[in-house]
Nanobody, 122 residues
């Protein structure tokens, strides 16, 4: 499984960005997907997840109500729509895939893409 994240960049506080993650996996529809973020010297932090079985979604409290994760199984894509961005959302964002559901720890995800930088200016 290979994952390719894109869509990062610079945004102003209050603005929006949409991240995309393209997956190369025959069984993409049977993989739960997640987004994590990380700043230098800090642990990788869970942001959002979407389960494979029913498409249910779950979020970190810090982004709930502002970010939306979605997936398109036909295109083998997962997205993270980020609205009402805050400077504290600045980080490198990673997409990840897992065979299990409801994972929130980085160790519960099996495959990782490269990161994409998101910078939010105040």
């Amino acid at each position: 499984v290979q994952l390719q994240a894109s869509g990062g960049g610079l945004a102003q506080a209050g603005g929006s960005l949409r991240l995309s993650c393209a997956a190369s996996a025959r069984t993409f529809s049977r993989l739960s997907m997640g987004w994590f973020r990380q700043n230098p010297g800090k642990e990788r932090e869970f942001v959002a997840g979407i389960n494979w079985s029913d498409g249910s979604t779950y979020y970190a409290d810090s982004v709930k109500g502002r970010f939306v994760i979605s997936r398109d199984n036909a295109k083998k894509m997962v997205y993270l729509q980020m609205n009402s961005l805050k400077p504290e959302d600045t980080a490198v964002y990673y997409c990840a895939a897992a065979r299990r559901e409801y994972g929130r720890r980085w160790s519960e995800f099996d495959y990782w893409g490269q990161g994409t930088q998101v910078t939010v200016s105040s």
